[in-house]
């Protein structure tokens, strides 16, 4: 059963607009959320990541909301512009013990159009 | 700093054969996580190692096996090949065990015939 769940596959959203991409959660234990961004034929980059102490973190363009009573999670870019277009990748982790692994969403293909 | 590199980028075997792919983590870092993408599983953990030793597996079958030498480089054995092997195998370092960060390199390509 998948732990980290990205209901939408793709989203597509014009320049200059908002993109907003969601990420749902069951395991209760995941505290460290991290996004990352995939273009073609490269490895993930990291993006942006966000503590379960914290509601939000912003890095630029780049902000992640976490609500842990809903386990949801979301990130917002403002402005969106054509070279965000990617797969965006949810990630979470349970911290401490011998868990280090990350477990991924299957990714939303964003495309930003000019 | 390098970034993490991948060899080979793209390798075709058959089924029943076995295959091995190397990663370099980058300078200093001393964790390499393996990772296996397909588009029906999306990315998924298959194991970490540190110092040498394996950390941390995830739930795939003894066919799948790695080692990681003094040096932080790692590889990954995949043995008696099947067609559901086809994927992208991507590999990741972080400084330490267990880090949240990690760095990806571009992954390797493996087509079973």
């Known amino acids: 059963d998948q732990q980290v769940k990205q209901n939408s596959p793709s989203l597509s959203v014009q320049e200059g607009r908002i993109s907003i991409l969601n990420c749902d959660y069951t395991n209760s234990m995941f505290d460290y959320f991290l996004w990352y961004k995939k273009y073609p034929a490269e490895g993930p980059t990291f993006l942006i990541s966000?503590?379960?102490?914290?509601d939000k973190n912003e890095d630029g363009r780049f902000t992640v909301f976490l609500n842990k009573s809903a386990k949801h999670l979301s990130l917002h870019i403002v402005p969106s512009q054509p070279g965000d277009s990617a797969v965006y990748f949810c990630a979470a982790v349970e911290y401490g013990g011998s868990q280090g692994n990350l477990i991924f969403g299957k990714g939303t293909k964003l495309s930003v159009k000019p | 700093k390098a970034g993490v590199t991948q060899t080979p980028r793209y390798l075709i075997k058959t089924r029943g054969q076995q295959v091995t792919l190397s990663c370099s983590p980058i300078?200093?870092?001393?964790?390499v996580s393996w990772y296996q993408q397909t588009p029906g599983q999306g990315l998924q953990f298959l194991f970490e190692?540190?110092?040498?030793?394996?950390?941390n597996k995830g739930n795939f079958p003894g066919r799948f096996s790695g080692r990681q030498f003094s040096n932080s480089r790692s590889e990954m054995n995949v043995s008696t090949l099947e067609l559901g092997d086809s994927a992208l195998y991507l590999c990741?370092?972080?400084?330490?065990?267990?880090?949240?960060?990690?760095?990806f390199g571009p992954g390797t390509r493996l087509t079973v015939l």
């Open positions: 190692y540190f110092s040498e030793t394996q950390r």
């Open positions: 966000i503590s379960s102490i914290k």
């Open positions: 300078s200093g870092h001393r964790s």
């Open positions: 990741a370092s972080s400084l330490e065990l267990a880090q949240n960060e990690q760095f």
